[in-house]
Nanobody, 123 residues
């Protein structure tokens, strides 16, 4: 059974950095896609970043390109999201997800989800 648990959220001033971590258990090669999504109050869940099983390929949403970095460590069973130059609009609950479609960006391409971790960026 796949289990995803996010950690590392919190309150940060604009311009600061946070690192989110997703501890993934029960994953096998059949789950090649790992992604991060976020959902702000009153908005739909949106794609942030995704990586492959090997971590050698990544894709980012335009809003975070150049500021966020997704990385995967299969030995540790973790997928991290390093968030730099945080903006007020990055405030959201961030979710880790696993799916079968490599580098997919659609929410419905991912079938396993964590509970989410809150990230709040203040001015």
């Amino acid at each position: 059974q796949v289990q995803l648990v996010e950690s590392g959220g919190g309150l940060m001033q604009a311009g600061g950095s946070l690192r989110l971590s997703c501890s993934a258990s029960g994953l096998q090669f059949a789950w090649p896609a790992m992604g991060w999504f976020r959902q702000a109050p009153g908005k739909e869940r949106e794609f942030v970043a995704a990586t492959t099983w090997t971590g050698d390929s990544t894709v980012y949403a335009d809003a975070v390109q150049g500021r966020f970095t997704i990385s995967r460590d299969n030995a540790k069973g973790t997928v991290d999201l390093l968030m730099n130059s945080l903006k007020l609009e990055d405030t959201a609950v961030y979710y880790c997800a696993a799916g079968h479609l490599i580098l997919a960006t659609a929410v419905n391409a991912y079938t396993q989800w964590g509970q989410g971790t809150q990230v709040t960026v203040s001015s």
